[in-house]
């Protein structure tokens, strides 16, 4: 069954990231002392006393009258969460009292017909936590609770009451491993244009500014009977260019999902081309083991063969290193071809679980032996005698020879290439490795 929905909301810098980590024991959400570092509704798994839950961690809702061009968009992530969630967690700061924007807040949460409960953050004093509390009663949406998400202190009681609260569980179970597919690339190339696409709903929040999304944001949705858990990362800038503490953060948690995912995709401005931070990225996910897809978004603004000339040489040339990542051509703008994309995707992930069967792969030896390629040095001659998978996620395959020190780039490439003719290995790395046959093997 899907798991049901806490989502936090309140004002900005109430403390709602600080809580969300506390509940799921982990430094999921980005916390920073600078207003609206939180944009996007973010997911995060928790679990309290054996009952599983998902948090939505929002930004901060700002008066209408706010200069902040995010804020509507900030404020209608957290409409939306507000409208997805079983229970809503209403978080005000203990230390400030009630403000214009708490009490806006409280408007939004009461027409949602949602269970609320307020909880008064900052209230690191147990022995001061009854002061000022009876005030946050005039925001008529319940008993106020007193909790210091930094100290965890009162939380366990939180979790107590919001447990009790959520929908009875039922026996459906969902069968099948989950997919997990992130969405990297430089800023501003339509990564969260592609995720709200794929998603079918306005996930994240698009704007022509370079850095709106500077969380990782989960979202689940389901593919032919495929449950895809997307991931939607910051946009990862040269290390060089990365100045704000938040921006920090961003790229380790674009890191993080890499390291989490799947498969990778790797979104790339079209009407520029593969760039190198963009052949950087691409090595970042390879290393991480991840498998890969290239998708050319903004295809619609491709109108001549001259530019679709221009872009194909880019990808032979910047991603010569690995020319068996498959390429698709999109509008997130559009909709073009987006089923490809999970299509591709699906594959890539396929290979990048691909079980090879020894004997096939002694078979394809056999064939490279008769066709006498092989490396020598100094009398010395490479023969290699056995090959086995030894990993999956990705494929990793051990050849045991005798003196693997003969193996030099251009080897390792040929019988890469001779797997990947043998086998369907499009989109995913293959890891060599090249042992010493010794008596006892």
């Excluded at 980590?21 to 054996?50: C, F, L, M, P, Q």
């Excluded at 190198?276 to 290239?294: F, P, S, T």
């Excluded at 040095?377 to 045991?400: E, M, V």
């Amino acid at each position: 069954m899907a798991k049901p929905i806490v989502a936090i909301v309140g004002r900005p810098n109430v403390g709602k990231s600080t809580l969300v980590n506390r509940i799921a024991e982990k430094r999921d959400a980005i916390v920073h002392e600078s207003r609206g570092v939180t944009r996007d509704r973010s997911y995060h798994d928790a679990d309290w006393n054996g009952r599983d839950f998902r948090l939505i961690d929002t930004g901060g809702i700002e008066s209408v009258k706010s200069k902040d061009q995010f804020a509507p968009h900030i404020r209608e992530q957290a409409l939306l969460a507000c409208a997805e969630a079983d229970i809503i967690v209403f978080v005000v700061d203990g230390k400030t009292g009630i403000t214009d924007e708490d009490e806006e807040v409280a408007r939004i949460v009461r027409k949602s017909g949602k269970p609320v409960f307020l909880v008064v953050n900052k209230k690191d004093n147990p022995a001061a936590e009854q002061d000022g509390l009876w005030d946050f009663y005039a925001l008529g949406v319940g008993e106020p609770i007193p909790i210091s998400a930094a100290h965890g202190t009162g939380t366990g009681d939180l979790l107590d009451d919001i447990v009790a609260a959520l929908p009875e569980e039922d026996d459906e179970s969902h069968d099948g491993a989950i997919l997990n597919l992130a969405i990297i690339g430089r800023p501003n190339v339509g990564k969260s244009s592609l995720a709200n696409r794929l998603a079918h709903k306005k996930r994240s929040i698009v704007s022509d500014v370079a850095g709106t999304t500077r969380d990782a944001i989960d979202t689940m949705i389901e593919w032919k009977g495929m449950p895809i858990c997307l991931v939607d990362t910051a946009g990862i800038r040269k290390k060089s260019q990365v100045h704000e503490d938040v921006e920090y953060y961003s790229l380790v948690r674009g890191l993080q999902a890499m390291d989490r995912a799947d498969v990778c995709l790797l979104v790339v401005d079209a009407s520029i081309g593969v760039t190198e931070q963009d052949q950087k990225l691409a090595n970042m996910a390879i290393e991480r083991g991840c498998a890969l897809v290239v998708v050319l978004n903004k295809w619609d603004l491709i109108d001549s063969d001259a530019q679709r000339s221009d872009v194909a040489a880019s990808v032979a040339k910047r991603l010569a290193f690995a020319p068996w990542i498959p390429s698709i051509h999109v509008s997130a703008l559009t909709g073009r071809s987006l089923d490809k994309v999970l299509s591709a995707a699906v594959a890539a992930a396929e290979a990048h679980a691909a079980e090879l069967r020894t004997s096939e792969l002694n078979d394809l030896l056999a064939r490279i032996r008769e066709s006498g390629h092989t490396v020598s040095d100094k009398g010395r001659r490479l023969k290699i005698h056995y090959a086995t998978q030894t990993g999956t996620k990705p494929p990793a395959i051990s050849f045991w020879c005798n003196a693997p020190d003969l193996v030099d780039d251009a080897y390792e490439r040929f019988i890469e290439n001779r797997l990947r003719e043998r086998f369907s290995l499009t989109g995913t790395p293959v890891r060599l490795k090249f042992r010493r046959k010794t008596e006892a093997r």
